[in-house]
């Protein structure tokens, strides 16, 4: 009797805990339920990792290298050479750049790296700590084992685990030498600041962190340095290293289960790594696989290297989260690391080999130029859209994306196409390419029928390979979708529907 009711405690204890994981891998799994309103800075950021990327405005957030670099210029042109230990420093900053510790650890507007950044979950918002090196608030006590410990296991110096929105099951690939680079750069160079850690607002029992050790020991994998596969082409190596660790591509790009963990960290036979992760504040991170139907198949290994570094290339304009992956991260890698990402990703097998390649066919083009569109759909574009992207769908350069062979525009999921239609977008400011020209948000002049007749001509014509979509998915997105502001124009994001047709957006019917 006794022992039965020890093993039905145990079962119970099995339950809560299962429940609990799955709980806790289901509020960062599920779609995000709210998006990021740019005009309040506190507002809790969406996504399904607990990742961020609420900086609609898409513009870099200073990192504090700026001092390092001028005292290394000042040496040099004082005759001194560099001391190894500075040369480490400067090697750390780069390395913070390319995981983007960054984004995610600083606030709207904040002190970079003080944390208090709100991540929203369905569950509640959690706030991103401070990395800074103050004694008190920050990571200042950390010998570099602890550094090292949390970085690779997820484990504090305080001996708790944290939420996997720290993308530490990527991070534990890092080597040796460069995880020492990064926590000198941290301890050196990044200024201590005593802003306090906010309390996280997730309520019991999800809040309880003894889960996120077992989630840990079942689904982060033992932490193993990234060593290349004997035979590996030295640049796709580094490449590889590069995305699967620091770059943590993987975060988003790659499904994850219900409790939460990415399918699988590295590219293995089941091919689902980087094969597209489902929606990230209501913005779907497509395939990173060489593979026709919206993975990166046709693009040469420039174009990637192009879009990493600018946010645009001929075949697709960066929006939503990926803006900020470009603006903070990676328009501060070396053409080097660029092309090895690139080429790396170049090697990545196609998950579904039978998706059809894009071809371009000009039957709508040539319908809407003779000013027959022939469909609801084909007339709405023929008015709203052809001013900027044209009847012929290949837009004008980088300078508006082309519609014709667009990545987002070759899946049944027309979310990334509804969500930009209402809400508009604007392309990130790099050093490249720093104009950042904008479309605007379409919530307030279309109403769902409108956008989805829409979003099913543009993943149509021209040899797309999408699938069409209906009004209730167009009104599923637009409960979340926030417009982007308009610099100059009146503000849309409180105008009921019909209030004010936005000039700027409507463009001029037969715009070719
Ligand atoms: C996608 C968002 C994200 C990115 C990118 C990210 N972090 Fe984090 N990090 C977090 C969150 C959220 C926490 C707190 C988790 C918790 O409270 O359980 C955290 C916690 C930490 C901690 C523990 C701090 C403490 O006080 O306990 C350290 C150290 C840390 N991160 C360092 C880094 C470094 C270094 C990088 C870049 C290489 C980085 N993080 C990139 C989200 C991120
Ligand atoms: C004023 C010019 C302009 C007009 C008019 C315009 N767009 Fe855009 N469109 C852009 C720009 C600029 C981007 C890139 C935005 C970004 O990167 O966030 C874009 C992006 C897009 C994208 C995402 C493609 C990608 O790779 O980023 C789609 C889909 C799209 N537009 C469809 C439409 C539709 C449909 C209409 C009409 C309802 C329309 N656009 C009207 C300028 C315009
Ligand atoms: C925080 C989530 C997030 C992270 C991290 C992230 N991405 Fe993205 N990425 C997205 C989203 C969302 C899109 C879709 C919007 C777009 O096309 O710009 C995207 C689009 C892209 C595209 C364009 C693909 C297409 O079909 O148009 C490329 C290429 C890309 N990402 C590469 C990368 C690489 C390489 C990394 C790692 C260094 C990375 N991303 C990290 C969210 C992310």
Redesign the pocket.
């Known amino acids: 009797m006794k022992q039965k009711k020890l093993i039905s405690r145990g079962g119970d204890l099995a339950l809560v805990l299962a429940a609990v994981t799955v709980g806790i891998g289901m509020a960062f799994a599920a779609p995000s339920l709210t998006v990021p309103s740019p005009a309040s800075a506190s507002a809790p950021v969406s ?1 399904r ?1 607990g ?3 609420a900086k609609r405005a898409a513009v870099p957030t200073p990192a504090p290298d700026a001092a390092l670099q001028a005292r290394l210029d000042a040496d040099k042109a004082a005759g001194h050479a560099s001391t190894a230990a500075d040369e480490e420093m400067l090697h750390g900053a780069y390395l913070a750049r390319a995981g ?1 510790c960054i984004a995610c650890h600083t606030a709207k507007g904040g002190t970079p790296y003080a944390g208090g950044l709100p991540l929203g979950s369905p569950i509640g918002t959690m706030y991103s700590t401070n990395i800074t090196p103050d004694k008190d608030h920050g990571i200042g006590t950390w010998s570099y084992d602890d550094f090292a410990t949390l970085m690779r296991t997820g484990v504090t110096k305080a001996g708790y685990t944290v939420y996997p929105a720290m993308p530490y099951p990527s991070y534990s690939r890092l080597s040796d030498a460069d995880m020492h680079a990064l926590y000198t750069y941290f301890m050196n160079v990044v200024p201590a600041s005593a802003q306090a850690n906010r309390e996280n607002g997730i309520p019991w029992p999800l809040s309880m962190r003894w889960p996120l050790r077992f989630w840990r020991m079942f689904f982060a994998p033992t932490p193993t340095p990234f060593a290349a596969p004997a035979g590996m082409d030295a640049d796709v190596a580094r490449g590889a290293y ?2 699967e660790g620091l ?3 993987s ?3 790659t499904p994850r289960a219900v409790t939460m963990q990415e399918k699988t960290l590295t590219d293995d036979d089941s091919h689902l790594f980087l094969s597209g992760g489902g929606a ?1 504040d209501g ?6 696989r060489n593979e026709n139907g ?3 198949a046709g693009w040469t290994q420039a174009d ?1 290297v192009t ?2 570094k600018s ?1 645009r290339n001929e ?11 470009v603006v903070d ?2 328009q501060y890698m070396s053409d080097s690391d660029l092309n090895a ?1 690139a080429k790396y ?1 170049m090697t990545l097998k196609p998950l579904h080999p039978d998706a059809p390649a894009f071809a371009y066919d000009n039957t709508a083009a040539t319908a809407l130029m003779a000013g027959q569109p022939g469909s609801a759909g084909a007339t709405l574009y023929l008015d709203r859209c052809a001013a900027c992207h044209r009847a012929n769908g290949t837009a004008w350069g980088t300078a508006f994306p082309a519609l014709a062979g ?3 525009l070759q899946t049944n999921d027309g979310t ?1 196409a509804i969500h930009i239609i209402l809400s508009g977008g604007s392309q990130p400011a790099t050093a490249q390419q720093p104009s950042s020209l904008t479309m605007a948000p379409y919530a307030q002049i279309l109403n769902d029928q409108q956008v989805a007749d829409i979003t099913s001509f543009i993943q149509t014509s021209w040899g797309n390979h999408g699938g069409t979509v209906t009004a209730a998915d167009v009104a599923k997105v637009r409960k979340t979708a926030t417009p982007v502001d308009m610099p100059g124009q009146p503000d849309m994001r409180h105008a009921e529907p019909g209030q004010g047709a936005n000039a700027q957006a409507s463009g001029t019917a037969g715009g070719e």
Not at 283 to 288: F, Q
Not at 315 to 325: C, E, L, P, Q, R
């Open positions: 996504s990792v990742t961020v990327y983007d590069l995305v770059g943590h591509c975060s988003c790009h990230v913005w779907i991170a497509p395939s990173l919206g993975g990166l990637i879009f990493l946010g075949h697709t304009a960066s929006f939503g989260a990926m803006n900020d992956v991260s990676m990402m990703l667009n990545p987002v990334s």
